[in-house]
């Protein structure tokens, strides 16, 4: 069964510091990952895309990797801010059917 | 418009009537994506729209939820005889690759509620 995974659910951090969300995907066969914010209520805003041949991409403040072998995805948040509160996920592409993680919770505190 | 939009943002109905939300995706993006969201759970995946291909409908709960895609643009997704557990927020996605590795571009999303 495919299934994606994020650790951790939940993350407070006063301002400034440097975050690591992860993602976890059991079947490695996967064409993309795309990780996601979103804020309450609201619906998904894409924020990096990485195909299965990619190491990782970067976005400003912003850095994902790839380890398709693994099954593991990073996303890298730097010099965190209070605007940077949403929860974040990530989505397994396997061709017809993303998979979504159940996403990670992030609270920067100013 | 330049993004994904869904219509109504908000439905409120009644145990056992039907309902219709819709999705006109970016132009030009092939692929389209019906996912569902329910209070505190992650995203589940409901029909896959390919072009003029017959849908992906492997995750449709119930017999009760149906799609279609008009001319390869527009998109509804109906559910018949409503029930409570069918409250959720309904988004949308559209794609422009067709080769599987395109990126998603979301819709703000129906948030559905059966009373």
């Known amino acids: 069964k495919q299934e994606v995974t994020q650790i951790p659910a939940a993350l407070s951090v006063p301002e400034g510091e440097n975050l690591v969300l992860n993602c976890s995907f059991t079947?490695?066969?996967?064409?993309?990952l795309q990780w996601f914010r979103q804020d309450p209520g609201k619906g998904l805003t894409s924020l990096l895309l990485i195909q299965s041949s990619q190491r990782e991409q970067t976005s400003g403040r912003l850095n994902a990797s790839l380890d398709k072998s693994s099954g593991r995805s990073t996303l890298y948040i730097a010099a965190s801010q209070p605007g940077d509160s949403a929860t974040y996920l990530c989505a397994a592409n396997y061709g017809q059917n993303f998979v979504f993680g159940p996403g990670t919770r992030l609270s920067v505190l100013p | 418009g330049a993004g994904v939009s869904q219509s109504p943002s908000n439905k409120v109905t009644e145990k056992g009537k039907d309902v219709e939300l819709r999705c006109d995706p970016i132009s030009g993006h092939t692929a389209l994506y019906w996912y569902r969201q329910s209070l505190g759970q992650g995203l589940e995946f409901l029909i896959y729209f390919q072009g003029n291909s017959a849908p992906d409908k492997s995750g449709l709960p119930s017999d009760r939820f149906s799609a279609e895609r008009t001319g390869g643009s527009v998109s509804t997704l109906t559910i018949q005889r409503t029930q409570q557990e069918d409250s959720a927020v309904y988004l949308c996605?559209?794609?422009?690759?067709?080769?599987?590795?395109?990126?998603?571009?979301f819709g703000p999303g129906t948030r559905l509620t059966v009373l």
């Open positions: 996605a559209s794609s422009l690759d067709s080769s599987y590795s395109g990126e998603q571009f």
């Open positions: 079947d490695s066969a996967i064409y993309n």
